[in-house]
């Protein structure tokens, strides 16, 4: 195994949206329940349980017809909840802040997130 192998954060998205079956949303439970993070570590790896992710915030996201999104800080977690967002619904997300990201910068810093 290589030297440089990264921790393993392990998050859980308990989602149910969009769903007409109950229990859905408890895939990142039995996850969990059938042992994930000590068979990772069996492996050699880090491992951190971080949680589950705040699945309404996504709801909220989702569901607003426009979204404006302040991107003044370096956030991954924003990039990524905003990737999302575009997935599902494109050119309905308006960003500001502070534009100082030089070009051919962002990609690389999305490497450490």
Same mark, same amino acid.
């Given at each position: 195994m290589p030297q440089s192998v990264a921790p393993v954060n392990i998050f859980g998205v308990p989602m149910d949206l969009g769903q007409n079956?109950?229990?859905v949303d408890m895939g990142p439970s039995a996850i969990r329940y059938a042992g994930l993070q000590p068979r990772l570590?069996?492996?050699g790896l880090q491992v951190k349980d971080s949680g589950n992710i705040n699945v309404p915030m996504y709801k909220w @996201?989702?569901?607003a017809d426009v979204v404006?999104?302040?991107v003044s800080t370096?956030?991954?977690?924003a990039f990524y909840e905003l990737g999302v967002r575009h997935a599902?619904?494109?050119y309905t997300t308006i960003r500001v802040g502070n534009y @100082?990201?030089?070009a051919g910068t962002l990609p690389a810093r999305a490497l450490t997130c």
């Open positions: 079956r109950r229990g570590q069996s492996l @996201l989702l569901d404006v999104a302040d370096y956030n991954c977690n599902f619904r494109p @100082l990201f030089v």
